[in-house]
């Protein structure tokens, strides 16, 4: 038999806090109870809780709310599941929806500095592509995942989480602290105290890997009895990185099956998850045609010693200006690079210069631009 659980069409998180949750905390009660083996199915809403419209302008971007950030079905209670083992999820399918958006949120993402503006694209989904009268001539593969899967924290592990992050936020860390607004639940102490998910930790969350595709098992060590598990935030595909701060963003369901092994956080020392990735996503299409930028720690006349997010940067600007220099604005680049580009760590020891190469698949493109072919031959 299989378990069930769905949304209410056009709802949002807090319409429906019997089953959805956007914050992380041992407190919340759990939606149902399953036994390992079981299959369930399991409903999403999208990481921004449906505030983003298939309406041509950028009002519903410029104005989202990122306290509603990410609403998350579940907690999911797997009897036997005690803290010091691993969970095991194994995703068995992935049903997209039909709509899905990328955006670029102001004061968000890799760039965020160069991206000062809202921008949206929407997406048509159909027949394995996404494609947008928002970005012509591009046709995006099938390659769903979810970009939050994760566990709930224990009190003294949630405890920790706040501290050594109030810690980072005092030194001017980019860190979003806890708030009651816009809590799905508003019970207190939950709504106070429960962490935000944008970041990912220990306990899973917002691990936004793309490998998470069907046919992956991911490994979550508990933290609480019943380990208390939950998902949201699907991508129909993704770039490694997600530079712009959104992949394909969207609606969708998935078939789940729960396994236990017992004490095995504990005997293997497993702190943070660990995964089987998918072999489609290993094999990510077998692109025929690509071509990879690379960046090192150099921009604008500055030069780091060691910096691979200065490197990563470095690498997509240099990929924005290829694909604004063959007819796409920057905004339209920057969101390719998100859904498409994948940032790979070429080396990390030839001191001051990392090295990072952004690899731009060609068969994205129906008609792939002349220029490009050039650098293929």
């Not at 929806?97 to 949206?120: H, N």
């Not at 607004?181 to 930790?201: F, H």
């Not at 949201?232 to 609606?251: F, L």
Request: proline share 9%; net charge negative; glycine share 8%.
């Amino acid at each position: 038999m299989t378990i069930r659980l769905a949304i209410k069409p056009g709802s949002r998180c807090a319409d429906q806090p019997d089953i959805c949750h956007n914050r992380w905390h041992p407190d919340i009660k759990p939606v149902i109870e399953v036994n390992p083996g079981d299959i369930i199915e399991v409903e999403t809403r999208d990481a921004l809780d449906g505030q983003i419209s298939p309406d041509p302008g950028f009002d519903d971007v410029a104005g989202a709310d990122l306290s509603l950030v990410h609403p998350l079905t579940g907690p999911i209670y797997v009897r036997g599941a005690k803290p010091g083992d691993l969970l095991v999820v194994d995703v068995l399918s992935i049903t997209p929806d039909s709509f899905g958006y990328s955006v670029i949120i102001p004061g968000f993402g890799l760039l965020r500095d160069l991206f000062p503006k809202p921008f949206k694209v929407r997406w048509a989904i159909s027949g394995g592509y996404a494609t947008s009268p928002d970005l012509p001539n591009v046709r995006i593969p099938a390659d769903p995942f979810f970009g939050v899967m994760g566990v709930a924290p224990s009190k003294p592990l949630l405890e920790s989480i706040r501290r050594r992050e109030d810690d980072l936020m005092k030194r001017g860390g980019f860190v979003l602290p806890p708030t009651p607004k816009g809590a799905v639940p508003q019970i207190e102490p939950i709504a106070s105290e429960g962490l935000r998910t944008i970041p990912p930790r220990e306990n899973g969350g917002n691990l936004d890997i793309r490998h998470f595709s069907p046919g992956s098992k991911i490994f979550f060590p508990v933290f609480v009895d019943g380990a208390l598990f939950s998902l949201g935030d699907a991508h129909y595909a993704q770039g490694d990185g997600e530079v712009c701060g959104t992949a394909i963003e969207m609606n969708a369901k998935a078939t789940l099956r729960f396994y236990i092994i017992k004490e095995g956080a504990k005997k293997y020392n497993i702190r943070f998850p660990i995964y089987k990735p998918s072999e489609s996503s290993i094999k990510r299409f077998q692109w025929s045609k690509t071509i990879a930028i690379t960046g090192v720690g150099v921009i604008d006349e500055r030069n780091e010693s060691e910096n691979a997010t200065l490197s990563a940067k470095h690498a997509i600007i240099e990929t924005i200006n290829i694909l604004e220099k063959i007819g796409y604005s920057r905004e339209q680049a920057y969101i390719i690079a998100s859904v498409a580009v994948d940032l790979r760590l070429s080396q990390l020891v030839d001191v001051p210069n990392f090295t990072v190469s952004a690899f731009l698949p060609l068969d994205i493109f129906i008609e792939p631009p002349r220029e490009l072919l050039e650098l293929t031959l």
